[in-house]
């Protein structure tokens, strides 16, 4: 799809215009363009309404079930309420009758079992009036009671797309709490941009759109417009939903529309701005690079090997679609997602070389899922979990894990030590924790069992758990690349990189292990090139063995390039940054088909002989000339 190929279409279902439009769903939450409701629980379905206040014409239910997926929440706490229903009340200028309880959290249960629980809604609490400490914790009970903890979506999930987080489970509403102390499922309250001017006219109101329009979105943040006003006389809310409806027209990339985020707007349903919203979301997500699923038997993705250069992939394995060992492609760009989920009786191992954890393999276990983010910097790929510190105790134990969310990242500092770390022991096999520490003090990591692990200043250890019991898992020894270029890819050449730490001023280069591949000896005489053409064996469509051309260099911190064996030092870093390429042009006659390769290759320092890193590396290429003379 093209964003040239989306048109604009009536869909006869608004209840579920996001799950039935699965390409929006390749987007990230924040990411989204999305019709609110400004002041969702004032309308006039209301048991109390006003010429003041109301500004909607549909309860919160109906406003739902016809397209809009952000609700806007004033509320107020009455602690002399005869009932806990009636406490938390919906409130603009007037009561309207409306409650928290009953028209929000009952609706929203009823609306995501009419539709199949795959829709997100984000419910908006940006006002409260009357709290106390107290009553926000009672409100955050109520929610979670109500709602259930697994529909909710926590902001820990904010870099992955709606897709990715819902292959994890059921997971439909997001809570922004405009609060600084909130509960850990919750998100930030959204940035409610307004002009701050009660009657403004049209044009001035437009004016400081698009001055907001100009702005630049922090990550992370969710955002809307408040694209209402009130009548000066009498003080109405303004019905201006043509102007609403020519402003927020979707055409294409460049249309108004796109600038923006949650759309909040009075009388909300007068307008066609859901499916403006909608036709938006299809162009933005087609102007992007590709997201995907995959199972090991796809064509993208054999023989354990990820394809590279997906914004967003999700892989599902499962029995019958299940490969032992999975090779994560070192050809992503920053903040780059994976998920991958299994329901497979077998176990298949995570290759840990391009990972973070510095681990040789990452158990994944039937009913467990990994998210995973590459890191542009580090040149890996960093399993992403929640967080804990300990508190500055003496001994602390950590919480136990579930299949839902089974990893874990445990960081020890000075400001959160404790000299005795409990694991868990009621935790899913193949749980994974990560422990960390950057505390001056050592610190003993103790099993339920009783074995004992020292954890010291910048230890990274990583625990899984085996046969009901948590092992540290091995370290990996071995430097892994994969360079992965599909027939899909229309790019003239393909690219992998790597990032090995080195000391500084350090002579590092790469080496072949075979003269038939390439130059086995460091050198520091200078090339005319600035890189290493290497001829690399792989086996085609048909089992018979051809050979590739790659292109291979080096370079330390921010210096120029050169080719892989060069040794010079750089007095401008240390780290060896280590890059294969892939031409076309290289391998023009390389007969249409997949094609296969590994072999080895080993980073050396010649001011320390005795420091070697093995490197493995992985090819699956396609050629492109057609059979023929």
Same mark, same amino acid.
């Given at each position: ?5 989306? !048109?604009?279409? *009536? ?17 990230r ?6 019709p ?71 609706a ?33 009970? @109520? ?18 797309t ?36 009660f ?46 409806? !020519? ?14 985020r ?92 391009? @990972? ?70 009621n ?46 898992l ?35 280069g ?16 200078? *090339? ?8 690399v ?20 911190g921010?210096c ?37 390769? *590994?072999?080895?290759? *080993? ?27």
């Amino acid at each position: 799809m093209t964003p040239q190929s989306v !048109q604009i279409t *009536e869909l006869d279902r608004w209840d579920r215009w996001i799950s039935e439009t699965p390409d929006i769903q390749n987007l990230r939450i924040e990411d989204l363009i999305l019709p609110g409701t400004h002041n969702s629980g004032v309308d006039s379905e209301a048991l109390y309404t006003s010429s003041f206040g109301t500004c909607q014409d549909y309860s919160p239910f109906n406003q739902l079930i016809r397209g809009v997926r952000v609700l806007d929440l004033r509320v107020e706490f009455d602690p002399t309420a005869r009932t806990q229903q009636e406490r938390f009340l919906l409130v603009h200028h007037i009561r309207s009758g409306r409650n928290i309880k009953r028209d929000i959290l009952d609706a929203l249960n009823s609306f995501h079992q009419r539709t199949g629980g795959k829709e997100l809604v984000i419910l908006d609490f940006h006002t409260f009036e009357h709290f106390t400490p107290d009553a926000h914790a009672e409100l955050a009970t @109520l929610i979670k009671t109500t709602l259930g903890t697994d529909a909710l979506i926590p902001a820990h999930y904010r870099s992955f797309t709606l897709k990715q987080i819902q292959s994890r489970g059921p997971m439909n509403t997001v809570i922004a709490y405009n609060r600084g102390l909130r509960d850990a499922l919750f998100w930030g309250g959204v940035n409610q941009r307004w002009k701050g001017d009660f009657s403004p006219s049209t044009d001035a109101l437009k004016t400081f759109m698009d001055s907001v329009a100009q702005e630049t979105i922090p990550e992370g943040e969710l955002r809307s417009i408040q694209c209402a006003k009130y009548n000066k006389f009498p003080p109405t809310p303004d019905d201006f939903s043509d102007k609403v409806g !020519q402003w927020f027209a979707s055409k294409d990339i460049n249309s108004y529309i796109q600038t923006f985020r949650i759309i909040n707007t009075d009388w909300t349903l007068r307008s066609y701005i859901v499916g403006n919203c909608r036709h938006a979301n299809l162009i933005k997500v087609a102007a992007l690079r590709p997201a995907v699923q995959l199972s090991p038997d796809s064509s993208h993705f054999v023989k354990g090997i990820m394809p590279g250069e997906h914004r967003a992939l999700t892989i599902v394995l499962h029995d019958g679609q299940w490969c032992r060992e999975v090779f994560f492609s070192s050809s992503a760009s920053h903040n780059d997602t994976i998920v991958i989920t299994s329901t497979a009786q077998r176990v298949t191992l995570i290759n840990g070389s391009n @990972l973070d954890l510095n681990v040789e393999h990452l158990p994944l276990s039937n009913g467990l899922c990994f998210f995973f983010i590459y890191d542009g910097a580090l040149r890996r790929w960093k399993l992403h979990s929640p967080v804990e510190n300990p508190t500055q105790s003496d001994r602390h134990t950590v919480h136990a894990l579930t299949s839902r969310y089974p990893t874990l990242a445990f960081k020890m500092s000075n400001r959160h030590y404790s000299r005795e770390v409990l694991l868990p022991a009621n935790t899913p096999e193949h749980a994974v924790i990560h422990a960390v520490s950057s505390a001056q003090l050592p610190a003993d990591i103790v099993a339920p069992e009783g074995a004992r692990y020292a954890l010291r200043n910048n230890d990274s250890v990583v625990f899984t758990r085996l046969n009901s019991t948590w092992q540290p898992l091995n370290q990996s020894t071995t430097e892994l690349m994969v360079l992965s270029r599909l027939s899909t890819d229309n790019s003239s050449l393909s690219a992998a990189q790597i990032k090995i730490p080195r000391p500084a001023l350090s002579e590092s280069g790469v080496v072949a292990l075979n003269s038939g591949v390439g130059p086995t000896q460091l050198t520091d005489r200078a *090339e005319e090139q600035n890189f290493t053409l290497l001829n690399v064996s792989v086996t085609g469509p048909s089992g018979a063995q051809t050979s590739v051309k790659l292109r291979a260099s080096r370079s330390i911190g921010g210096c120029a390039k050169s080719p892989m064996n060069n040794n010079q030092p750089c007095p401008e870093g240390s780290s060896l940054f280590f890059t294969l390429e892939y031409h076309l042009s290289d391998n023009g006659s390389l007969r249409m088909g997949e094609y296969w390769g *590994e072999f080895q290759l *080993e980073a050396r320092d010649s001011l320390c002989p005795a420091w070697r890193c093995p490197i493995r590396v992985l090819v699956r290429v396609q050629g492109i000339r057609m059979i023929g003379p």
